[in-house]
């Protein structure tokens, strides 16, 4: 769930970007949206401020009529008191955003998963190869244009 | 006959930071590297893993894990499947602990739409809960000390012995839902199933038994010295790697960091009990492996504490389902929540208003903690031997099942 | 075909020689029905162990089913064994591997599909990485249905193949055991892929079922011993 913003933290993120995070007031319960080009340093500033644990990441492919969109969530959780937060950025049909690699260690396998499922790259990636599908593989199995019984001859 | 302990003559290692991704070309070794393969059919892997390894001599210089051997798309599926249809499916990601996975699933469902739990759910969610955590964590104790070979009967004969308790924790299940392994039992708004004629003492039965049994196996584990030696100091994962790695779960307890999902983000009956966590701080396979023994002495107390006093009323606050389409998510919202399972944080992103007219999840994303878990080998196994592979990967306890999905 | 044939099944050298030999054939007929027999009765299992089977087939050797009984014994290497237990999902990622796997068993080999997904893929039959059942890489012997079966399941599933194993010995044909009913293969490319159109996805699915068999589909039985022709004396 997302919970409140401690004030240090609020006040930290209103001072950087105050059009997404007002000083008062609830945050978009879905997740605050924040520019894409912020990514990594959002991440920064809420490692900075405890959120060091490293949760996950997650993709998501919204075919429009106009093209091809894509939100990145990011979860991040602070070990001292447990609470999570988690933002999203959206993506063009391009979708091309910031590694958190250099801040958290863990989003080497989580960004590959996403690269390899939705087909998001993530600039910066020290190694950004499929981990689920073998290396040959077309296509990215989580974009609503790809059918979910898609042949892989021989096998199926 | 205590053959004197690593710990009384060398201090633990706290390795810098190796980078996974090394370049074998820039080593000096190079030349004389051999790499070899462990899995994807290997017995000690719990699962397809593969893991390509670098070897100078018989020291690790670079280790690379490979998974997806397991991968069944079931993120593609979840979103063709309706909310009411999903529970069965879950079962399958950590088949050790199917129980966990369907609480996560529906607990997640129910925080987005609000939905009340009756309290005589929410306490059988936390008993079958924490029954389930005994169950994994024998399986885990089993294999793992099968694996490492140390105890009686080159490991085999305690995997026996754990196999007797689980088995009894099974039947207990099997009271209640009528399967053995996967269960459905957990619905959205409560349970399917009500707890039958003679289940609590059934519990206590079995409770008492697996308690009974605790000490042997522990003056067969930290009674034994084979066991102690292959452990202590080896795969030491640091307070901060472990945390930007995302372990979650005994892993990351036993890495120095006090954080408990049941404790601190409570769910289901966790916020009317206390929870005592277990921490270790050396962050080796011994902590990890001490971590898990006193949980299963924590999971006991909470079961005897809970067991007895189960409340009167219904079961599930929703009318029983009859059609699968009866449960819809709204669309256009974004959710993401977690339960501590015995592995640790499994996680659940929603965004709803699918297929169906809402009926399905739009995307559905479970972070699976055997994954992160997984991700530390690079970090954990260089600089060690390979008899010592086997011994970190059973320690960070990961379930293919779950890494794949 | 979709494994490389080049890798052929293990094959011991004396046997070689001892075809060559004048009358060796009777011999070697006496000596399969040897190898049959005490196979029958000490069948080495290699877990073929993915997912969630894996666990009920651990449970299945373990304390209270006790597979051992019946003189089997569970082995991590194919070249030591009879019997390939396929216990759990089999992904297009795993395929090769499960097929190599065979191979390298030598034999007399048999197989077992254990729980739904290796008979048919289950719930996830359609699903664009899952292979539709194991007995579209590798001859199955026996299925033993269910999510995951019962560990007493299990062995009845071995008993079945001792049963088959004693036919065959008996000079019988034994065909090949029909998959269990509802475990159907899918219908592959029906969810809307624009690169498939019917007749490709029918084509795509006659060759997947007849994968691996090249052909066969029966087990041939093994000859009873004839009498030495030609006596001289």
């Known amino acids: 769930m997302m919970s409140p913003l401690p004030a240090p933290v609020r006040a930290a993120l209103a001072a950087r970007w105050p059009e997404v995070f007002p000083a008062e007031g609830d945050l978009d319960p879905n997740g605050p949206l924040v520019p894409a080009d912020s990514h990594y340093d959002l991440a920064a500033l809420l490692k900075?401020?405890?959120?060091?644990?490293?949760?996950?990441?997650?993709?998501?492919?919204?075919?429009?009529?106009?093209?091809?969109?894509?939100?990145?969530a990011t979860v991040l959780r602070n070990p001292s008191t447990g609470k999570a937060f988690w933002w999203r950025c959206k993506l063009g049909a391009d979708p091309v955003i910031a590694t958190l690699f250099p801040l958290f260690a863990g989003a080497d396998w989580q960004e590959r998963e996403q690269f390899d499922l939705v087909g998001v790259r993530f600039?910066?990636?020290?190694?950004?190869?499929?981990?689920?599908?073998?290396?040959?593989?077309?296509?990215?199995?989580?974009?609503?244009?790809?059918?979910?019984?898609?042949?892989?001859a021989p096998w199926r | 006959m205590t053959l004197p302990h690593r710990e009384a003559d060398v201090t633990l290692p706290k390795p810098a930071r190796k980078d996974p991704h090394v370049d074998l070309e820039k080593l000096d070794a190079a030349a004389d590297l051999m790499a070899i393969n462990m899995g994807p059919q290997h017995p000690s892997t719990h699962g397809v893993m593969r893991i390509k390894l670098w070897l100078d001599g018989e020291m690790i210089v670079k280790a690379v894990p490979y998974c997806g051997y397991l991968h069944r798309g079931v993120e593609k599926l979840c979103e063709r499947l309706t909310v009411v249809q999903l529970t069965p499916i879950v079962d399958k990601h950590d088949y050790v602990s199917p129980m966990t996975n369907e609480q996560a699933l529906n607990i997640a469902f129910e925080r987005m739409l609000g939905l009340e739990v009756p309290r005589r759910a929410r306490y059988m969610r936390t008993i079958i809960a924490e029954i389930q955590r005994i169950a994994s964590h024998l399986l885990w104790l089993g294999t793992f000390t099968l694996d490492i070979g140390g105890t009686i009967g080159g490991g085999a004969s305690l995997m026996m012995y754990t196999f007797r308790e689980r088995e009894a924790i099974l039947d207990v299940f099997e009271m209640l839902t009528g399967a053995r392994f996967h269960y459905n039992t957990h619905t959205v708004g409560g349970q399917r199933h009500d707890v039958p004629v003679g289940w609590p003492a059934a519990v206590k039965k079995m409770i008492d038994a697996v308690d009974a049994h605790m000490p042997e196996y522990e003056q067969q584990c930290y009674g034994n010295d084979v066991l102690v030696l292959r452990?202590?100091?080896?795969?030491?994962?640091?307070?901060?790697?472990?945390?930007?790695?995302?372990?979650?779960?005994?892993?990351?307890?036993?890495s120095g960091v006090d954080l408990d999902l049941r404790r601190d983000e409570p769910f289901s009956a966790y916020d009317e009990i206390k929870v005592n966590v277990a921490v270790a701080t050396d962050g080796d396979v011994y902590a990890r492996f001490d971590v898990r023994m006193r949980e299963m002495h924590e999971s006991i107390r909470i079961v005897r504490e809970l067991i007895d006093s189960i409340p009167e009323g219904p079961i599930c606050s929703q009318k029983p389902v009859k059609v699968p389409f009866a449960v819809k998510l709204p669309a256009g919202r974004q959710f993401y929540t977690a339960i501590e399972t015995p592995r640790g944080e499994l996680g659940t992103y929603v965004i709803g208003g699918g297929a169906e007219k809402g009926a399905a999840p739009y995307r559905l994303k479970f972070r699976p903690p055997s994954l992160h878990a997984m991700s530390a080998l690079p970090y954990a196994l260089v600089g060690h031997t390979v008899p010592d592979v086997v011994a970190i990967l059973g320690s960070l306890d990961p379930i293919l099942g779950e890494v794949d999905r | 075909m979709a494994v490389d044939e080049s890798e052929r099944n293990f094959e011991h050298p004396l046997y070689h020689y001892w075809e060559n030999m004048p009358g060796g054939g009777i011999g070697m007929t006496s000596l399969d029905r040897l190898l049959m027999h005490s196979a029958r009765h000490s069948l080495w299992?290699?877990?073929?162990?993915t997912s969630c089977c894996a666990i009920e087939f651990m449970t299945a050797a373990a304390s209270r089913v006790d597979m051992d009984?019946?003189?089997?014994?569970?082995?991590?290497?194919?070249?030591h064994c009879d019997v390939m237990v396929v216990a759990g999902t089999i992904t297009v990622k795993m395929a090769p591997r499960v097929k190599k796997l065979w191979d390298q068993m030598p034999e007399p080999k048999?197989?077992?599909?254990?729980?739904?997904?290796?008979?048919?893929?289950?719930?996830?039959?359609?699903?664009?990485?899952?292979?539709?059942?194991?007995?579209?890489?590798?001859?199955i012997d026996v299925y033993i249905p269910g999510c995951p079966p019962n560990a007493d399941q299990v062995m009845v599933?071995?008993?079945?193949?001792?049963?088959?194993?004693?036919?065959?010995?008996?000079g019988k044909t034994i065909d090949k055991d029909p998959?269990?009913?509802?475990?159907?293969?899918?219908?592959?490319?029906?969810?809307?892929?624009?690169?498939?159109?019917?007749?490709?996805?029918?084509?795509?699915?006659?060759?997947?079922?007849?994968?691996?068999?090249?052909?066969?589909?029966?087990?041939v039985p093994v000859a009873p011993p004839k009498p030495p022709a030609g006596d001289a004396t």
């Open chain 1, 48 to 72: 900075e401020h405890g959120y060091l644990l490293y949760v996950t990441v997650v993709a998501t492919h919204f075919p429009t009529p106009e093209g091809d969109t894509f939100e990145v």
């Open chain 1, 123 to 152: 600039a910066g990636h020290p190694d950004l190869r499929r981990l689920m599908l073998p290396e040959d593989w077309e296509g990215h199995p989580l974009r609503k244009s790809y059918a979910i019984d898609t042949p892989h």
């Open chain 2, 231 to 254: 452990t202590k100091g080896v795969g030491v994962i640091d307070r901060e790697l472990a945390l930007e790695l995302g372990l979650s779960g005994p892993n990351l307890r036993a």
């Open chain 3, 45 to 49: 299992f290699f877990p073929m162990a």
């Open chain 3, 69 to 79: 009984q019946v003189g089997t014994i569970i082995r991590p290497t194919p070249r």
């Open chain 3, 110 to 139: 048999w197989g077992i599909a254990m729980g739904s997904c290796a008979i048919c893929g289950d719930f996830y039959r359609d699903i664009y990485s899952v292979v539709p059942g194991v007995d579209t890489i590798i001859p």
């Open chain 3, 157 to 170: 599933g071995l008993q079945r193949l001792q049963e088959k194993i004693a036919a065959q010995l008996a």
């Open chain 3, 179 to 219: 998959r269990p009913p509802n475990m159907i293969y899918p219908a592959i490319g029906t969810h809307g892929d624009a690169r498939q159109t019917e007749a490709t996805a029918t084509g795509q699915l006659e060759a997947s079922r007849n994968l691996g068999y090249g052909g066969q589909e029966h087990r």
